[in-house]
């Protein structure tokens, strides 16, 4: 809804309409390895290292060697909470990782991964990516089946579904899990003989499968094979169960939805550049956005920039097709995680103070766009143009290599209360006078399907439309099943 913004001085005071129990969203990245005979969680750990700008809140890694599954996991990055003597100590042929990022009220030891459970099978362990539409309902009645839940994430009504098929072989437990699991989900699953990667029927989660030699990885970007050195196989399909053994690799075909709706935000932020999120290059993709922009919206300026790393390559596509030059008028501090992934808003606006510092020297009294790949809340927008009005810059002109946003994700990304999503509640106008900019524009929603390649039909684009492709419970049905109790 638009009008005027309210609080102190004109300031937009951002109120939630309501709020989905932040325990029950995560981005979060996974990555799997069989390789008999090779240092497993040391693979695993480089490959977490690729994958950490998905989750910074915690790591973990699990082990098999055949008879016994082994577990280090704690809070902080992967360089934190690993080091040469809990690497050395496990010691297998399988191994499978986790690195996660939670919201306010859910960033502790009991929820990090990857979950490792013994079951009437054996161990087995499990890592997931994504974020389950009917996990309170299905708690409910797992709990009511005598259930015991000891984490608040909706991984463990997975572990527990499991559990409740366990007559059945691994690969059927996991068919008639499908059956029963709504939203987003890719896995990798590992008992002790086997890794298994699954991908949910819409395929909202990347996950993608790599080879090294004999060694097979499944990791959720293909950034995180070219780390390790494997080649890049395929994605894996939505609705497929991928079974890796000593017998080679198998494929079940699962649960198939009406139609793929990957997560197009994933190519707007999440996914590292270098990464391809089946079949498009993430920097072609963003630097295709930014030509769009441009086409769309033509600014009188001197020089385009971008907020680093993820509006780089827009704004180089920008400046390409506007003829302006591309200038990296913003040093970044690469030794502080990002901003938008942090636990609390107070820890979001430190981060940009110490993560971005601009370069007076080329700023100073020159017409600059600026080109970030989004603007959900805004507070990181304002300080960023404030900075640049302290450097002496004339005139500041913010453009959005996306469309506003101005939905909540139930899939796993961090956008779940619209009231803190400023385009949901106010008009271009109030948003531009709240950042302090000269102008503001957004790309299109038609745009940024062009920059995908086509009209949106293979993605879910439902933080910036609306269009949810996978049901979604009502506020008060997410409220009654808390998982914070």
């Known amino acids: 809804m638009a009008g005027e913004p309210s609080g102190i001085n004109g300031e937009i005071e951002v109120r939630s309409l ?12 996974i990555f799997g390895v069989y390789a008999p005979g090779k240092d497993v969680a040391r693979l695993v750990y480089y490959g977490l290292f690729a994958l950490q ?57 009991v929820n990090a991964q990857p979950l490792v459970f013994r079951y009437l099978k054996g161990m087995l362990a499990i890592a997931h990516n ?43 437990a ?26 949910d029927p819409f395929g909202v989660r990347p996950l993608c499968l790599g080879k090294m030699g004999e060694a097979w990885v499944l990791a959720s970007e293909s950034c995180a094979l070219d780390t390790i ?30 139609r793929s709706a990957h997560c197009i935000f994933e190519h707007v932020y999440f996914a590292r550049p270098d990464s391809v999120l089946d079949g498009r290059a993430v920097n072609l993709v963003r630097r295709e956005m930014g030509r769009i922009l441009a086409r769309e919206y033509r600014v009188a300026a001197d020089i385009v920039i971008p907020v680093p790393d993820s509006g780089t390559a827009a704004a180089a596509g920008y400046a390409e097709a506007a003829g302006l030059p591309f200038v990296e008028g913003l040093m970044k501090n690469r030794y502080v995680g990002r901003t938008f992934i942090q636990p609390t808003q107070e820890m979001r606006d430190l981060g940009v103070r110490l993560k971005l510092n601009p370069i007076k020297s080329i700023l100073k009294d020159k017409r600059v766009i600026i080109i970030d790949d989004s603007i959900v809340r805004g507070t990181t927008s304002r300080r960023i143009v404030a900075m640049l009005r302290q450097a002496g810059v004339r005139e500041v002109h913010l453009l959005s290599a996306s469309p506003p946003v101005l939905y909540p994700c139930y899939y796993g990304i961090d956008t779940s209360a619209r009231g803190e999503l400023i385009a949901a509640q106010y008009s271009l106008e109030d948003i531009r006078r709240y950042i302090g900019a000269d102008s503001l524009y957004y790309l299109s929603l038609e745009g940024l399907f062009q920059s995908v390649g086509g009209n949106g039909e293979n993605f879910c684009a439902a933080c910036f439309s609306g269009d949810y492709p996978i049901p979604i419970p009502p506020p008060e049905e997410a409220t009654k099943y808390s998982l914070e109790g």
């Open 174 to 199: 996991l068919l008639r899990c499908q059956n029963d699991l709504e939203g987003a989900y890719s896995l990798v699953v590992m008992t002790d003989d086997r890794l298994i990667g699954v991908r």
């Open 53 to 109: 700008h998905r989750g910074q809140e915690s790591a973990g890694i699990a082990v098999s060697d055949g008879h016994h599954i082994a577990v280090h996991k704690g809070m902080g990055l992967v360089a934190e909470v690993f080091n040469q003597d809990n690497l050395r100590a496990l010691k297998g042929n399988i191994a499978i990782g986790h690195v996660r990022y939670s919201t306010t009220g859910a960033s502790s030891l």
């Open 130 to 172: 994504g974020n389950l539409t009917n996990a309170g309902p299905l708690r409910q009645e797992l709990g009511a089946r005598g259930s015991i839940f000891q984490s608040s994430t909706d991984s463990e009504v997975i572990v527990n579904l499991i559990a409740r098929y366990s007559q059945e072989s691994i690969e059927e």
């Open 18 to 29: 309501f709020r989905w129990r932040s325990s029950w969203h995560e981005e979060c990245g």
């Open 229 to 258: 050195g494997a080649e890049f196989c395929r994605d894996v399909e939505p609705g497929e169960i991928l079974i890796i053994d000593g017998g080679g690799i198998r494929s079940l075909k699962g649960r198939r939805a009406p």
